[in-house]
């Protein structure tokens, strides 16, 4: 009898260890921690004072201060490149999604010639680095004095916190390239999702009287919700972040966070905790919004990179 219960003891089939999903898990671990680490880097720095900073050994256990973020405020003008910032990060979004969705639903539901090498090559556009187009940029900036054609609106911040301008020439013609700049991506995937939408939906509005806008602006934009949300989502980021064109279009009245944040690197050194601070400051807004939307943008890419 127990030699029976030993073989079917030993019959029992042994669970194996799972050695693929561990190695997967580990490896996004470590990537995750490689990823991560300069994020907190620069947020522990942000809240160093400069003793801290400059010492030989890291210091990871520190006395928090918030003295950088109360010198970048009150010091150094930081709430109107704020403002110049959102300013021109949220009208190139509005811009970029307006036109292209206009652009994608010509794409994908009128016929004319060249209309299937445009859908094609939209991405190659999106493939060249803004740094590649500064020079070109720079020629009509100056020959048609975008920067000039606007005054804007003058405004001073109370307590001594800065002055600014809002929507002068700088910051409109900024707006402009950087629509220009994620114009193809935001078509591409706009387009996955006016395939997707039947088109029996625009021929019954068309039946019952509506026209051509308001067929885009009451049945099809309103079905796109997710697409718009996530096209805005990197169109913002991208122009929230880009250096290169806010570095040599804007003034110091209108120049944007990473120019600012550039300012701290001097002739006399790096102002580090002031850096990491601005730096800290413009990952947050990003960041939020990456982490509460992040099932909206795999939807959003997943739904918009289907083929028509």
Do not use: C, H
């Not at 704020?82 to 307006?98: K, M, P, Y």
Request: aromatic residues 12%; hydrophobic residues 55%.
């Amino acid at each position: 009898m127990a030699g029976t219960l030993d073989r079917a003891v030993d019959d029992r089939p042994r669970r194996r260890i799972p050695w693929g999903d561990i190695s997967r898990y580990a490896a996004l671990i470590v990537f995750t921690l490689i990823t991560l680490a300069p994020v907190y880097v620069m947020f522990a720095t942000s809240f160093k004072e400069l003793v801290d900073i400059q010492s030989r050994v890291p210091r990871w256990i520190f006395m928090p201060t918030l003295t950088n973020y109360e010198t970048i405020i009150t010091q150094y003008r930081f709430l109107p490149y704020l403002i110049s910032s959102a300013v021109i990060g949220l009208g190139s979004t509005a811009i970029t999604l307006l036109t292209a969705g206009m652009a994608a639903f010509a794409l994908a539901r009128m016929r004319f010639p060249g209309r299937g090498l445009i859908a094609q090559t939209t991405l190659v556009i999106r493939m060249i680095p803004p740094a590649v187009l500064a020079v070109t940029v720079i020629g009509f900036w100056i020959a048609w004095g975008i920067g000039d054609l606007v005054p804007g609106i003058r405004f001073t911040l109370p307590e001594g916190l800065g002055r600014g301008n809002f929507l002068d020439g700088s910051q409109l013609g900024l707006m402009l390239f950087y629509t220009a700049l994620n114009l193809p991506f935001s078509i591409w995937l706009l387009f996955g999702f006016i395939k997707q939408i039947p088109v029996e939906l625009e021929e019954a509005a068309i039946v019952d009287g509506a026209n051509l806008l308001q067929v885009l602006f009451r049945v099809i934009f309103p079905l796109m919700g997710a697409g718009f949300a996530v096209s805005a989502i990197f169109t913002f980021r991208i122009a929230w972040n880009e250096f290169i064109l806010a570095l040599m279009l804007t003034n110091r009245f209108t120049k944007t966070l990473p120019v600012f944040a550039a300012e701290f690197i001097r002739d006399d050194g790096v102002q580090w905790g002031q850096m990491m601070a601005v730096g800290t400051l413009i990952v947050i807004p990003p960041m939020l919004i990456t982490f509460f939307a992040a099932r909206q943008i795999i939807q959003g890419v997943a739904a918009g990179a289907v083929k028509g």
